[in-house]
Nanobody, 114 residues
């Protein structure tokens, strides 16, 4: 199973970005899909997660600004990020849980700076 993330980049404070992550390979059914992030010097942390049924959960720091969604037919998860702040700068990793095994994408850099 491979996860390919895209959509990162440089954006000014207050701007928006949309991340995408597509899973491919021998996939029977993906359970939870999520986005984690890791800023320099910090541990990796959960930003948002979505279940197969569409229930979502967010880190307090991104609630009201980020929205996670998924398209099960395409094994794809999205993260719409609005009102971005410099503290959102990090490498963002997508994650998919399949039969108890967690798979990770390589990460995409998001930099929020003027």
């Amino acid at each position: 199973v491979q996860l390919q993330a895209s959509g990162g980049g440089l954006v000014q404070p207050g701007g928006s970005l949309r991340l995408s992550c597509a899973a491919s390979g021998s996939i029977f059914s993906i359970n939870d899909m999520g986005w984690y992030r890791q800023a320099p010097g910090n541990e990796r942390e959960l930003a948002a997660i979505i279940t197969k049924g569409g229930s979502t959960n967010y880190a307090d720091s991104v609630k009201g600004r980020f929205a996670i969604s998924r398209l099960n037919a395409k094994n794809t998860v999205y993260l719409q990020m609005n009102s971005l702040k410099p503290e959102d700068t990090a490498v963002y990793y997508c994650n998919a849980e399949i039969r108890g095994v967690h798979y990770w994408g390589k990460g995409t850099q998001v930099t929020v700076s003027s």
